[in-house]
């Protein structure tokens, strides 16, 4: 009962590296979602998928980019990383009609530093 | 403002006490989410309500539509509830949910 799975756990970054975090579910859900979680703040959504092939903007999409390449597999990447990227990034994902209307399913988050 | 505001935002209790966190929103919704976040980090789904009153063990929560306003509840508070309690909303798209501040609850033994 594997559930929702983020790799990796932690990782710290240098400003203007790289990087891709990766989400997977064996829930066959259909919608999946990349969170941030910010001291004094509630999770913000960044992006995400209603289905394969599928992704959207959420509140706060700048400075990340998402695919959705498999039903199972939701990848959030950064391009250049910057300080203010520093976060505890959550994966979720839900039955349709998403998370107005199902349980969203969470992973236990990828705590990500950049320096 | 916040479209979603919890209180308190800190809350430290004996074991055994009766705890009452509190929900509201300024926006439509179409369902209420509960979540608790351990000290581990992970977050799970308690309940999603859009109406009345739902009940799993020794936790409670209701929902009153018309003011725009949920609790939680905890009957016989014991020291593993200590967690990060989180209220979310979803108004009705699938665009994820919006999340409150969350209310960090303490029991002590």
């Known amino acids: 009962n594997a559930g929702v799975t983020q790799t990796p756990k932690f990782r710290v970054l240098k400003t203007g590296q790289s990087m891709t975090l990766l989400c997977a579910q064996d829930?066959?859900?259909?919608?999946m979602y990349w969170y941030r979680q910010d001291p004094g703040m509630g999770l913000r959504l960044i992006h995400y998928?209603?289905?394969?092939?599928?992704?959207a903007k959420g509140e706060v999409p700048d400075g990340y980019n998402v695919s959705r390449l498999k039903k199972q597999n939701f990848l959030l990447g950064l391009e250049s990383a910057a300080p203010s990227q520093t976060s505890v990034y959550f994966c979720?994902?839900?039955?349709?009609?998403?998370?107005?209307?199902?349980?969203?399913?969470f992973g236990d988050g990828t705590r990500l530093s950049i320096l | 403002k916040n479209e979603v505001e919890q209180s308190p935002q800190n809350l430290t209790a004996q074991e055994g006490e009766f705890i009452t966190i509190n929900c509201s929103y300024s926006?439509?919704?179409?369902?209420l989410h509960w979540l608790q976040q351990h000290p581990g980090g992970g977050i799970v789904s308690l309940f999603m309500?859009?109406?009345g009153k739902k009940k799993h063990g020794r936790l409670i929560a209701t929902i009153n539509i018309q003011e725009k306003h949920s609790s939680l509840h905890i009957t016989a508070s014991h020291p593993r509830d200590s967690a990060v309690y989180i209220c979310?909303?979803?108004?009705?798209?699938?665009?994820?949910?919006?999340f409150g501040k969350g209310t960090h609850l303490i029991i002590q033994p």
């Open positions: 998928s209603v289905g394969e092939g599928t992704t």
């Open positions: 979720a994902s839900s039955y349709p009609p998403g998370a107005s209307n199902q349980p969203q399913h």
């Open positions: 926006v439509g919704i179409s369902a």
């Open positions: 979310a909303v979803g108004r009705g798209g699938a665009d994820g949910l919006t």
């Open positions: 309500l859009s109406s």
């Open positions: 829930m066959n859900h259909e919608y």
